[in-house]
């Protein structure tokens, strides 16, 4: 679905190092989300913005900032990066209540040495 | 806070063998259901979802969920699987009021289709 975008799509990068996942979406919806996916957890939602200036911790957000300046994109910051924040993170969006279901970016797989 | 439970981590069929993958979720009140599939390598694709109506949902490529709201189930099945179904699925829930409706999902059931 090319209306919402990550970048990069993979990235390693040292311990305490910051870094910063992109998320951008073209469909102006008013809820976007970020989830990190690890094997036996599922996906896991760190932040969420119902709307630009809007945010809101989700069930794992240690560790990690995001923000919401502009309506179409939300970057997810990792402050100091540690080896358990390697992980694939997945951004997705979604209009008020997601009856059109949510849909979701191609994923970063962010590897921390 | 809502949880999802599904009970199956690896399934492993023959193609045309028939698929149940289970989902069970727990909170008291309304909620939205959701099967996402995940092929390897690629994101999140939207399976089907259920909102209200007919507890029994038809989805893409021949999937269908049926919505048991006693048993707090929620379970995909597909009469005759391909090989191409090869993936994994994720079951996921958001509550039907409020004004987050963040998705919940389970850990995931991986399906291996054999040729």
């Known amino acids: 679905d090319a209306g919402i975008t990550q970048s990069p799509r993979y990235k390693i990068t040292e311990t305490g190092r910051q870094v910063t996942l992109m998320c951008h979406q073209t469909?102006?919806?008013?809820?976007m989300f970020w989830y990190r996916q690890d094997l036996g957890h599922g996906l896991r939602l760190i932040y969420y913005s119902a709307a630009a200036d809007i945010t809101d911790k989700g069930e794992v957000p240690d560790g990690y900032v995001v923000s919401r300046s502009k309506t179409e994109n939300f970057p997810l910051t990792l402050e100091s990066a540690t080896r358990s924040q390697t992980s694939v993170y997945f951004c997705?969006?979604?209009?008020?209540?997601?009856?059109?279901?949510?849909?979701f970016g191609s994923g970063t797989r962010l590897t921390v040495v | 806070a809502q949880s999802v439970s599904q009970h199956n981590h690896h399934v492993i069929l023959s193609e045309a063998a028939s698929l149940e993958l289970g989902c069970n979720y727990s909170?008291?009140?309304?909620?939205?259901l959701f099967w996402y599939v995940q092929y390897p390598g690629q994101h999140l694709q939207l399976l089907l979802k259920?909102?209200?109506?007919?507890?029994l949902v038809k989805g893409i490529k021949g999937f269908e969920a049926e919505f048991i709201k006693s048993k707090f189930s929620f379970n995909l099945r597909k009469p005759s699987v391909q090989w191409s179904d090869t993936a994994e699925y994720f079951c996921?829930?958001?509550?039907?009021?409020?004004?987050?409706?963040?998705?919940?999902f389970g850990s995931g059931t991986q399906l291996t289709v054999l040729p």
């Open positions: 259920y909102f209200s109506g007919d507890p």
């Open positions: 996921a829930v958001t509550r039907s009021s409020g004004s987050a409706r963040q998705l919940t």
């Open positions: 997705a969006s979604s209009v008020p209540g997601g009856n059109y279901g949510y849909t």
């Open positions: 469909w102006s919806h008013s809820y």
């Open positions: 909170y008291g009140g309304t909620v939205n």
